[in-house]
Structure formats: structure tokens, C-alpha cells
């Protein structure tokens, strides 16, 4: 008897649903990248490791042109790296003497290590979702690119100072963008704007996670053993991580859509360097 329940299990590639009609992306990716590593041993028992990546990483994704065939494959930065990364770890036992008897015990086996992180943000893609709507299917709803009035550059949408003085205007809309064009004899239906993807960078990213720690021997009868104290501290320094929407995610936080009153404004930070 033919049965529509063991059709997952007859596809030609398992895994893969049975409604797919796509095998292949039609989307490229690029990257090219400067790695630099530097491993140094200096005295009083200090080690140093650095890193250093300079990149750049380009994908073909969806942007809407007002002219046939007006959604093409653009190759714009990618929103998924940062174009420089530093990283430093490191470790020291402090130079503390050797005090003769029981002393010897607190003072000898202390060490400080930590791992430093210092990145760019990532580029971002600014929208206006009142844009493209005579185009349907064009681009994703609500993603359609917003709109350099005439003059504007992408250097005039962008702030200046650091980003704790900039949590409620990272970008600049005072004379910047203009509403999308409308097209068409009803002057309802709207198209798609001349924005780049991936033309302006979020906030840079700074962490400290640093540790001390205390090793001790002690002798036992039997055999020997190692006692450890040890505190960690992550983000020592308090260094907030702030958190900015990337284009084509979820559309909860509109900092980027020109359209709306909250555009420009960091309202969270994140927990970790992704």
C-alpha cells in the first residue's frame, strides 16, 4: 500500500525535506585576512601571547534596485565580522621572594593571567521599512535599503564621539535621510532606496577576563600534592559590550529602520565578543 509516512526516508539526499526544490546556493563568500601571531617569553616568568587578524569578508545578498530586474545579488561587507581583532593572553608569577620558613607558604606561587580581547564592530545595513512595496518579493518585508538625501554621504549618517556618548544617536537623521521614492501615478507605492549594505560599523568591543591565582605544595606522607586558590574575573574592568541589530535579523529592535522613532538608539548591550 503506498504511504505518504516514510517519504523523509525515500528522499534522494536524507536529511534534506522532501518539499525542498533548492539543492544549491546561488550566493558567494569571500575572505581575505592578515593573521599575525607573536609568542614572546620575557623574565621574571612572564609569557605573552598576541594576535592579530585584519580582514575583510564580502557575501551576495538581496538588494533592491528600482530598475529591472530589480532584486539582484549585491556583493556588500559581510555583517557577521569584524574587520580587526587583537587579542592578548598572558601569564605572570609574581616576583614575590622566597622569605625563609612557614612565610614562604603565602608568598611563593602567586601568578596573574588573563586573556584581553579588543575588536571593531560589525558592519550594519540601515533600512527604511517603508520602502519597496511595489515590489513584492522583491527583498524580505520590511528590509528595503533607506534613502541619502541629495548631497548626503554615508560619513554625514554617522556620529562622532565615543559610543557611551552616542547610545541615543549613533547615527545622525537631521537632514540625512529622505523617505524612499515613490513610484508610480498613485503616489502610494514606494521603492527601494540607494543605501549600500554593510556601509557603516556598529560599536567596537573591549574585554578583560582576567584570573589570580595561588599554587601551593604540600608534602604528604604517601606523596605529594598541589593545593590551588584561584579567583577569576570576567570583564574586569566593566567594559559594557553593546549590542546593535544586524541587517536581515530579527526586526524587534529598529534601531536601524530610519522609519521609526528609536532609529540610532542602543537599548542593549550583549554578554560575549561573537
Known amino acids: 500500500m503506498f504511504s505518504l509516512d516514510n517519504v523523509p526516508l525515500r528522499v534522494q539526499y536524507l536529511g534534506i525535506s522532501p518539499l525542498a526544490t533548492q539543492y544549491i546556493t546561488d550566493a558567494t563568500y569571500k575572505y581575505n585576512a592578515l593573521e599575525v601571531t ?7 616568568s612572564v609569557q605573552l601571547q598576541a594576535s592579530y587578524t585584519w580582514d575583510r569578508a564580502f557575501t551576495s545578498t538581496p538588494y533592491g534596485i528600482n530598475t529591472p530586474p530589480y532584486n539582484i545579488l549585491q556583493m556588500a561587507p559581510s555583517t557577521l565580522y569584524h574587520p580587526e581583532r587583537f587579542v592578548l593572553s598572558y601569564t605572570w608569577n609574581l616576583p614575590l ?44 518585508p520590511g528590509y528595503a535599503p533607506a534613502q541619502l538625501c541629495p548631497g548626503q554621504t554615508i560619513a554625514n549618517a ?14 545622525n537623521n537631521v537632514g540625512v535621510f529622505c523617505p524612499v521614492p515613490v513610484l508610480g501615478s498613485d503616489g502610494v507605492g514606494t521603492g527601494f532606496g540607494n543605501i549600500g549594505q554593510g556601509v557603516v560599523m556598529g560599536p567596537g568591543q573591549q574585554n578583560w577576563d582576567m584570573s589570580i591565582a595561588k599554587t601551593t ?11 590551588q586558590f584561584r579567583a577569576e574575573f ?26 521609526n522613532a528609536n532609529f540610532g538608539k542602543i537599548t542593549s548591550t550583549a554578554v560575549n565578543l561573537a
Do not use: C
Request: aromatic content about 10%; proline content about 6%.
Open 38 to 44: 607573536v609568542r614572546k617569553q620575557l623574565p621574571h
Open 217 to 227: 605544595k604540600v608534602r604528604g606522607i604517601h606523596e605529594d600534592a598541589t593545593l
Open 97 to 140: 621572594g622566597h622569605p625563609a620558613g612557614f612565610l614562604d607558604k603565602f608568598v611563593d606561587g602567586w601568578s596573574l593571567s588573563g586573556v584581553t580581547t579588543i575588536q571593531d564592530g560589525t558592519p550594519l545595513t540601515i533600512i527604511d521599512s517603508r520602502g519597496g512595496t511595489v515590489f513584492y518579493g522583491s527583498v524580505s
Open 234 to 259: 570576567f570583564n574586569a574592568f566593566n567594559h559594557p559590550i553593546f549590542s546593535m541589530p544586524e541587517v536581515l535579523n530579527e526586526k524587534t529592535n529598529p534601531a536601524l529602520d530610519v522609519s
Open 158 to 171: 554617522v556620529t562622532q564621539g565615543s559610543v557611551e556618548s552616542r547610545l541615543n544617536n549613533y547615527f
